[in-house]
């Protein structure tokens, strides 16, 4: 019997066995159960993004002499 890890990038799959004997090695390197991670899906609105947006300053143009 296989179980899906997951670490938030990328799905291994692995024996249920071997993942119990080295469940520690898995804690460790971030990798849960894909059944025990619970996705949230938040739908975001107009003014959540142009709260987020930051307005740029114009860019001065610089003075050269001339030769």
Do not use: C, S, W
Not at 1 to 21: F, H, P, Q, S, V
Not at 27 to 35: A, K, L
């Amino acid at each position: 019997m296989d179980i899906k890890l997951t670490n938030g990038r990328k799905i291994i799959i692995k024996d249920k066995k071997y993942y119990e004997a080295n469940l520690n090695h898995f804690e460790r390197n971030g990798f849960f159960p894909v059944d025990q991670v619970k996705k949230e899906i938040k739908k975001t609105t107009l003014k959540d993004i142009t709260d987020k947006v930051v307005q740029l300053k114009p860019k001065k143009k610089k003075a050269r002499k001339k030769k």
